[in-house]
């Protein structure tokens, strides 16, 4: 975990799941997630039917693995694809001997398999970035639509996935209902952002890889330390785009110094009497006061005549 250009970096997927799986609001949207293993992978398949295998310092959806459960008891087969590659086993004990290998080279993490929509029989799911604004408060600043290539399982733009807005691929689900599917996603992006900002105070740009599926239910699949802002380049509208960079490089400028307090050199400082007391002399604005002739006037001569008799 490092900062960089105001940015903070965290390498492990692992490390970067684990608030918003503690936080109570969050957690619901987060799939199940685990360190990898040949036991824990057996029970997710056998609860879910479908598991991602992906490796905990992975990215651009590199050697991403997903397994499938293909019937039941003793006659289940498994399917694993990875890669454009499919593969089928027998016995899960052939899925655990072909990814001995490549979790012998690095920590891997078996997450929930999540089916999600699809548009053009494609799935997709979303980049939703957030950052925090001038007044330090999260803010949504960009949301696009990530359009998976045809046969992969992943939709990074680095695997060819298409960029389109998050709208469009809605209407093709939500239909009417698209506008208040985005807010939706707006959201569960903001209470997320807030929960990693408790656990990592430094954070001020977050990217997250928000799936749906069929049931609409959203899904964070992935949270991002140093999002790219590519995929927003490829919008027709680069005011997203713009927003991105603006706040990237507020966040990045260091904080201006504090205005320095003006100290009086001790031998400097003249030292006051605390009372008139004291001192045995009149404070000036008391001499002021004594000074000035009276305010009251005599009512009329006459009364200013027999004012000077008694006297």
Do not use: C
């Amino acid at each position: 975990m490092k900062t960089d250009g105001g940015r903070l970096r965290i390498y492990s997927k692992w490390k970067r799941m684990i608030p918003l799986m503690a936080d109570a609001a969050s957690k619901a949207n987060v799939p199940e997630t685990h360190r990898y293993g040949p036991v824990i992978l057996g029970q997710l398949l056998k609860r879910y039917g479908m598991v991602y295998v992906k490796p905990d310092l992975g990215a651009h959806g590199r050697d991403v693995f997903r397994i499938e459960r293909l019937g039941r008891g003793r006659t289940a087969a498994y399917r694993l694809r990875s890669n454009g590659r499919t593969r089928r086993f027998g016995r899960l004990s052939g899925v655990t001997a072909a990814l001995a290998v490549p979790a012998r080279r690095e920590n891997y993490l078996v997450q929930q398999g999540i089916r999600l929509l699809r548009y053009r029989r494609r799935p997709f799911d979303f980049r939703v970035m957030t950052q925090r604004n001038e007044r330090g408060r999260w803010e949504v600043t960009g949301i696009a639509g990530r359009l998976a290539r045809t046969g992969r399982i992943v939709t990074n733009g680095s695997q060819g996935a298409e960029i389109l807005y998050a709208g469009t691929l809605l209407r093709s689900r939500a239909k009417g209902d698209a506008p208040r599917q985005v807010r939706r996603l707006e959201s569960l992006a903001l209470t997320a952002s807030e929960a990693f900002g408790r656990a990592y105070p430094a954070s001020r740009e977050l990217g997250f890889d928000i799936a749906a599926d069929n049931e609409l239910r959203l899904w964070i699949l992935e949270v991002n330390t140093r999002p790219e802002a590519t995929p927003f380049t490829k919008l027709p509208n680069r005011s997203m785009y713009r927003r991105i960079l603006k706040l990237r490089r507020f966040n990045a400028a260091p904080p201006k110094p504090a205005r320095p307090l003006r100290t009086v050199p001790p031998a400097a400082r003249k030292r006051r009497p605390a009372s008139f007391e004291a001192s045995g002399r009149i404070p000036g604005a008391l001499m002021k006061r004594l000074r000035k002739p009276s305010a009251v006037k005599p009512a009329s001569r006459t009364a200013g005549r027999a004012a000077r008799r008694v006297s």
